[in-house]
């Protein structure tokens, strides 16, 4: 019987050709690859025991048209970012200064210590204030860009940080200390071009002394008034930032594309006075194009909008008020004219929240 079936299945299996071959799978091509897509990422996570729980807290004052920012380091530690306008320069002036006094007396108490006062640059906007800071506060130390001394408005600054026994460092090409010891966590980084450009002769914007501080996987970047004659001169220093603050109260000066595109800010802030508000009359600050690129550059329109100087119809002019504009903003995009003092704070994992 075995013999029978054997000759039976060999029949069979002539009939059909042979010995069936096995079935084979076609190639396929090759997947297309993914369309590339730019997508910054997420910051690293701090270890467990980077600040040991302990908070950056940075607060942006409401001081007009001039810019005055108190950062609270970890160990609580007090570093001023520039101090305000000066009180007597303009009817709003006043004001802008008492705000300016008032948040760091609510920050620092009555003579609080300023372990660092930071002047980004000699305008009055921005050491106008150092004076009645003086005045209220001890001022540890002192960092300028060491120019424009014979301006009385600078001069008068230097002479209050000295008043107050603070010392003085000068920031400039080829000395970047900073003059702070801070805790191992927290790094502070003096931003300055290899050489002053042209420009600072004439304009004090162009020599601004850039402040970046980092605690942990958290950023923050001052840049002052920085406008587009230096930023190219830094671009190689430059890397991501958390928080920006956004140059020279968001004028169309600054903040340029190749400038945001090594930045890629997640917060921004705009230190800026109200439309047609003391000095912001002859500035019309913020730009409209600097808050839409800004916009865009941090995910797009959110809920808000900036109120803005479209300068592309009109160079400033108070008596076109229809230049003015609801700019459509993102929503990690303020504006202290808008929104008055902005006070953010991170434990150091990238990520920054709204007191």
């Given at each position: 019987m075995r013999s029978m079936a054997a000759v039976v299945w060999?029949?069979?299996?002539?009939?059909?050709?042979?010995?069936?071959?096995?079935?084979?799978?076609?190639?396929?091509?090759?997947?297309?690859?993914?369309?590339?897509?730019?997508?910054?990422?997420s910051p690293p996570p701090p270890p467990a025991a980077c600040g040991g729980g302990k908070k950056l807290r940075v607060a942006f004052y409401d001081a007009g048209q001039a810019l005055a920012a108190l950062v609270t380091l970890p160990d609580g530690q007090h570093i001023l970012v520039d101090a305000g306008e000066a009180p007597k320069r303009c009817a709003e002036c006043k004001q802008w200064n008492a705000r300016v006094l008032a948040g760091l007396t609510s920050d620092l108490g009555e003579g609080g210590k300023i372990d660092l006062l930071w002047n980004t640059h000699?305008?009055?906007?921005?050491?106008?204030?150092?004076?009645?800071?003086?005045?209220?506060?001890d001022i540890a130390a002192y960092a300028n860009n060491g120019m424009r001394q014979d301006i009385a408005v600078v001069a008068a600054a230097e002479a209050a940080a000295n008043s107050d026994g603070a010392s003085i460092t000068v920031?400039?090409?080829?000395?970047?200390?900073?003059?702070?010891?801070?805790?191992?966590?927290?790094?502070?980084?003096?931003?300055?071009?290899?050489s002053w450009p042209k420009a600072c002769k004439s304009d004090?914007?162009?020599?601004?002394?850039?402040?970046?501080?980092?605690?942990?996987?958290s950023s923050v970047l001052f840049t002052g008034d920085a406008e587009a004659d230096e930023e190219p001169l830094v671009l190689d220093q430059l890397t991501h930032a958390d928080l920006l603050q956004v140059g020279h109260h968001g004028s169309n000066t600054s903040t340029t594309a190749p400038f945001l595109a090594k930045v890629t800010p997640t917060y921004a802030i705009?230190?800026?006075?109200?439309?047609?508000?003391?000095?912001?009359?002859?500035?019309?600050?913020?730009?409209?194009?600097?808050?839409?690129?800004?916009?865009?550059?941090?995910?797009?329109?959110?809920?808000k909008s900036i109120r803005?100087?479209?300068?592309?119809?009109?160079?400033?002019?108070v008596q076109k008020p229809r230049y003015w504009v609801d700019a459509p903003a993102s929503d990690t995009l303020w504006s202290t004219?808008?929104?008055?003092?902005?006070?953010?704070?991170?434990?150091?994992?990238?990520?920054?929240a709204r007191e």
């Open positions: 060999m029949a069979l299996m002539a009939a059909c050709g042979g010995r069936p071959e096995p079935a084979t799978t076609a190639p396929q091509p090759p997947e297309a690859p993914s369309p590339p897509h730019r997508v910054r990422p000699p305008h009055s906007d921005h050491l106008g204030g150092v004076p009645s800071v003086a005045a209220g506060f920031i400039e090409p080829g000395t970047v200390t900073v003059p702070l010891s801070v805790p191992e966590d927290v790094r502070l980084t003096a931003i300055v071009p290899p004090p914007n162009a020599c601004s002394i850039l402040l970046r501080i980092d605690y942990c996987a705009i230190s800026v006075g109200k439309q047609n508000e003391g000095t912001n009359l002859g500035y019309c600050h913020p730009s409209k194009s600097t808050v839409d690129v800004l916009t865009e550059a941090m995910g797009g329109p959110g809920q803005a100087y479209d300068a592309s119809k009109a160079k400033c002019n004219a808008r929104d008055g003092e902005i006070v953010l704070t991170t434990a150091g994992d990238g990520i920054f």
